[in-house]
């Protein structure tokens, strides 16, 4: 959502003791099953693991490890303890400002995000189980198994590019570190919501490794303003929002509401409960409503500053409902794009040798070029 800052169908099991008496009652939820996509020219699986202590008044659960096993040959995906496993894990709505994530006091959730590269695709697990390292004063420390999974048999979407031509950025990309998408789970009506797993904040450099012309003190400045929004597929429109005010570069227009976070923006029904959503347009910009149907490579909006939004850039996610935060982020590729480079910290570095890449979602940083 925003540049510089950012956003369970349950498949649910209270963790079981493997030996000892009595049981750590800890509560592990697998909120969606993984959906393998190609990215970084390897498949991916992306989910996470929401750890809970549901007593209202009992000791606090510490956790110590967490294994991830391919079920059907027993293999180690994954085997985080302390700092590794820390750093894996954060705690949902904490109390205090600087929670431990391995400390589960009565009534709080930790959300455990997890990553895994596969190469090549015949070595990608079909079943997921889990071992969970965790004590309390009472229990002592115990192994729980928790959490089979089935990773998900559907292909993600192939879409077309929703922008068009380069030097475009992947901001706040696909990655199991950032702080701006992949790890903001929303609660919201008593429900948990990752809605930006997949999303990406587009912006665009010129040929001098530059966001912004002067001081980008102005919309216009940056280079990826009043760029067309594209329909990465032939779908319907379900909604749109127009009439919001643009925001200055590092200032917000109006207040932040879940009516107003998405800015000016089009959602569209992609077939098979996926919708795409496109955010923070320019106000007037619209060429669509709601109801018209639109085919791939046609322009919907021109990419603004609206909303949840510090800098002129196109959010583009797909999730399983047309909300942008009450929803399910899910995988997708783009049917081809040249990567051209990487950013980081917003500096442009080219690849040696630029290349085309096919059917595949980029990730964190990838800089690109569109047909």
Same mark, same amino acid.
């Given at each position: 959502?925003?540049?510089?800052?950012?956003?369970?169908?349950?498949?649910?099991?209270?963790?079981?003791?493997?030996?000892?008496?009595?049981?750590?009652?800890?509560?592990?939820?697998?909120?969606?099953?993984?959906?393998?996509?190609?990215?970084?020219?390897?498949?991916?699986?992306?989910?996470?693991?929401?750890?809970?202590?549901?007593? @209202?008044?009992?000791?606090?659960?510490?956790?110590?490890?967490?294994?991830?096993?391919?079920? +059907?040959?027993?293999?180690?995906?994954?085997?985080?303890?302390?700092?590794?496993?820390?750093?894996?894990?954060?705690?949902?709505?904490?109390?205090?400002?600087?929670?431990?994530?391995?400390? #589960?006091?009565?009534?709080?959730?930790?959300?455990?995000?997890?990553?895994?590269?596969?190469?090549?695709?015949?070595?990608?697990?079909?079943?997921?189980?889990?071992?969970?390292?965790?004590?309390?004063?009472?229990?002592?420390?115990?192994?729980?198994?928790?959490?089979?999974?089935?990773?998900?048999?559907?292909?993600?979407?192939?879409?077309?590019?929703?922008?068009?031509?380069?030097?475009?950025?992947?901001?706040?990309?696909?990655?199991?570190?950032?702080?701006?998408?992949?790890?903001?789970?929303?609660?919201?009506?008593? @429900?948990?919501?990752?809605?930006?797993?997949?999303?990406?904040?587009?912006?665009?450099?010129?040929?001098?490794?530059?966001?912004?012309?002067?001081?980008?003190?102005?919309?216009?400045?940056?280079?990826?303003?009043?760029?067309?929004?594209?329909?990465?597929?032939?779908?319907?429109?379900?909604?749109?929002?127009?009439?919001?005010?643009?925001?200055?570069?590092?200032?917000?227009?109006?207040?932040?509401?879940?009516?107003?976070?998405?800015?000016?923006?089009?959602?569209?029904?992609?077939?098979?409960?996926?919708?795409?959503?496109?955010?923070?347009?320019?106000?007037?910009?619209?060429?669509?409503?709601?109801?018209?149907?639109?085919?791939?490579?046609?322009? #919907?909006?021109?990419?603004?500053?609206?909303?949840?939004?510090?800098?002129?850039?196109?959010?583009?996610?797909?999730? +399983?409902?047309?909300?942008?935060?009450?929803?399910?982020?899910?995988?997708?590729?783009?049917?081809?794009?040249?990567?051209?480079?990487?950013?980081?910290?917003?500096?442009?570095?080219?690849?040696?040798?630029?290349?085309?890449?096919?059917? @595949?979602?980029?990730?964190?940083?990838?800089?690109?070029?569109?047909?």
């Amino acid at each position: 959502m925003r540049v510089t800052r950012a956003l369970f169908v349950t498949v649910a099991v209270t963790a079981a003791a493997i030996q000892g008496a009595p049981s750590v009652a800890l509560d592990a939820r697998i909120p969606v099953a993984p959906v393998p996509f190609r990215a970084g020219g390897k498949i991916n699986l992306t989910y996470e693991i929401h750890f809970s202590n549901p007593s @209202e008044t009992g000791p606090a659960i510490s956790l110590s490890r967490i294994e991830i096993l391919d079920s +059907d040959t027993g293999k180690t995906l994954g085997d985080y303890t302390d700092k590794d496993l820390a750093a894996h894990l954060k705690p949902l709505r904490p109390a205090s400002k600087h929670p431990d994530p391995l400390q #589960l006091e009565s009534g709080k959730r930790s959300v455990a995000f997890l990553w895994f590269a596969f190469d090549p695709a015949s070595s990608v697990p079909a079943h997921l189980r889990h071992r969970v390292t965790a004590s309390t004063g009472a229990s002592g420390t115990q192994v729980l198994e928790c959490c089979a999974a089935q990773v998900a048999a559907e292909m993600p979407l192939v879409v077309g590019p929703p922008l068009r031509g380069g030097n475009w950025l992947a901001a706040n990309g696909p990655s199991n570190s950032s702080d701006e998408h992949r790890r903001v789970v929303q609660l919201l009506h008593g @429900e948990a919501y990752l809605a930006q797993r997949y999303a990406i904040d587009w912006l665009r450099f010129d040929d001098r490794d530059k966001l912004f012309t002067g001081k980008g003190s102005a919309n216009k400045d940056f280079f990826g303003y009043g760029a067309e929004a594209l329909a990465v597929a032939d779908a319907i429109v379900v909604s749109v929002k127009d009439g919001i005010p643009e925001n200055k570069p590092e200032s917000i227009a109006v207040p932040i509401s879940l009516d107003t976070i998405a800015g000016n923006c089009v959602y569209l029904d992609l077939g098979g409960q996926r919708y795409a959503a496109y955010a923070h347009l320019q106000p007037g910009s619209l060429r669509v409503k709601p109801g018209d149907k639109v085919t791939k490579g046609q322009v #919907l909006a021109l990419v603004g500053n609206s909303g949840n939004s510090d800098a002129p850039h196109l959010h583009f996610q797909i999730t +399983d409902a047309p909300k942008i935060l009450e929803s399910e982020g899910f995988p997708y590729v783009i049917d081809s794009f040249d990567q051209i480079g990487h950013a980081q910290d917003f500096h442009f570095h080219a690849d040696p040798a630029p290349h085309k890449v096919v059917r @595949e979602l980029p990730l964190d940083g990838v800089v690109l070029r569109f047909p």
